[in-house]
């Protein structure tokens, strides 16, 4: 089993503030929120990061993002939102498991 901190949220076995889950992905928000709504998205399958895709994860990437407008609207941001995915080191990636982050919300908030 992954000791990886977004593993063990999709496992349940640390807490978080839970909006959607199903089968393939979990949504949570972010514990440090950079705008007045910022949630992450992230596969149940483990992937560090966009560099470890492959062709075979087209399927579920583009769930994650048709899910993105729809969970977004659903906390409010229906003038807009912002997506994130940061890569690797130089992405400045800082659990790598994979998400995507979704933020939204009136501005002004800080850019990520
Ligand atoms: P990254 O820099 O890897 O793209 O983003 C990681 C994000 O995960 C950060 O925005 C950070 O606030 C969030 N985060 C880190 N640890 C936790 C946690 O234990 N719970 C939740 N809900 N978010 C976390
Ligand atoms: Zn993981």
Excluded: T
């Excluded at 063990?8 to 979990?26: C, F, M, N, Q, T």
């Excluded at 949504?27 to 949630?39: N, S």
């Excluded at 229906?78 to 009136?106: A, C, K, S, T, Y």
């Amino acid at each position: 089993m992954s000791s990886c901190l977004f593993c063990r949220i999709a496992r349940g076995e640390i807490p978080s503030k839970k909006i959607y889950e199903d089968d393939d992905v979990l949504a949570f928000h972010d514990i440090h929120p950079a705008a007045p709504v910022h949630f992450l998205l992230v596969p149940k399958l483990h992937l560090d990061s966009l560099l470890d895709a492959g062709s075979e994860h087209e399927a579920l990437f583009g769930k994650m993002i048709g899910l993105a407008p729809r969970l977004a609207k659903e906390l409010g941001c229906d003038n807009g939102f912002r997506v994130v995915i940061n890569n690797g080191p130089d992405g400045g990636q800082e659990v790598f498991h994979l998400h995507i982050h979704i933020m939204g919300g009136p501005r002004p908030w800080k850019r990520l």
